[in-house]
């Protein structure tokens, strides 16, 4: 069944949306990000059916991104992109709660996609970007929308659903959208913390969340640090996931796995009580098609 389609072009690239509507008594991998939020702007053009998608060549990991101190209040649900800085920047600076700042990525190799459903009356409700594949020049994002188990029972509250990933930058994206319901919660499972040496990143190297998924991106970004041999990394089974120069990181808490789905927490300080120098942690995760980060905050006391 092909509902209706909507797209939008924005910074030179378009976003497509598929949707489709499948109950299925699992629920493995899933993840509700809840938060007393309003939600971003609508930027989708009603539209009709499209085609069948293209075959899809080859998959993608895609980085989940925080987004404590982001508000959003009064403005209606959306879906769209981030090309550049100064777009996500724009908009978090809109809506940000407090002074935590927007969560940086590298836009010459990653592209923001935010998905914000709008307001859902309790918790059972949910969405998660849950992978992604190329097709030639297209980006296939497989979006899942949680709908409440019927079994389970919901305190009433108003809660504010969305996903924020940072994609492969350089693709036209589309989303692929499927509803499912609720089935039992699939437990989650701690990794081995695995640091890897991060003494030589350079002090002049932009503060931003970094995921190096192959070779060829490790190999950059340490001879951009003047490195002519960086540490030896398995990416045949591994990624390498962290955080470059932030003052406010004191480490790395723990790393899990959640399904196909693999968080890793970083700790912060949520009050500094004086300057503390940057900071760069980067961690060996095993190879996930989503890797996210969730910030743990603690205090300088701590």
């Known amino acids: ?6 797209s939008r072009l924005r910074s030179g690239g378009a976003v497509e949306f598929r949707r489709a509507t499948r109950f299925v008594g699992g629920g493995a991998g899933w993840r509700t990000l809840c938060v007393l939020l309003a939600v971003l702007p609508s930027l989708v053009a009603a539209g009709g059916c499209r085609a069948a998608s293209p075959s899809v060549t080859a998959g993608v990991t895609i980085m989940g991104l925080p987004a404590y101190g982001l508000r959003v209040g009064t403005v209606t649900p959306g879906v769209f992109t981030f090309a550049t ?3 996500w920047v724009k908009f978090w600076s809109s809506h940000r709660d407090g002074q935590i700042p927007a969560p940086e990525v590298d836009f010459s190799s990653w592209t923001i996609v935010g998905i914000f459903r709008g307001s859902r009356p309790n918790r059972g409700y949910g969405v998660e970007v849950t992978g992604g594949r190329t097709a030639g020049g297209e980006l296939v994002l497989s979006v899942t929308d949680w709908l409440p188990d019927p079994t389970a029972g919901y305190s009433a509250l108003v809660v504010y ?15 692929t959208e499927e ?18 040496p991060a003494v030589q990143v350079r002090a002049s190297t932009a503060s931003q969340y970094v995921l190096f998924t192959d070779a060829q991106m490790w190999q ?13 990394v398995d990416f045949g089974s591994n990624a390498v996931a962290g955080v470059l120069n932030d003052p406010a990181v004191r480490g790395a808490a723990r790393a899990v796995r959640k ?3 693999v968080r890793l927490e970083i700790e912060v300080t949520a009050t500094p009580s004086t300057p503390r120098p940057a900071s760069t942690v980067l961690c060996l995760v095993p190879a996930a098609q989503r890797i ?11």
Request: aromatic fraction near 8%; proline fraction near 10%; include cysteine.
């Open 292 to 302: 996210s980060f969730s910030l743990q905050f603690t205090s300088d006391n701590h």
């Open 1 to 6: 069944m092909c509902a209706s389609s909507t």
């Open 259 to 261: 399904g196909g789905a």
């Open 85 to 87: 800085r100064e777009e």
């Open 161 to 175: 659903p969305f996903d924020i990933v940072a994609v492969p930058a350089g693709y036209r994206v589309k989303l």
């Open 220 to 232: 950059r970004f340490w001879q951009a640090q003047g490195q002519a041999q960086p540490p030896a």
């Open 179 to 196: 509803r499912h319901q609720r089935g039992p919660n699939v437990p989650e499972k701690e990794l081995p913390l695995t640091l890897v």
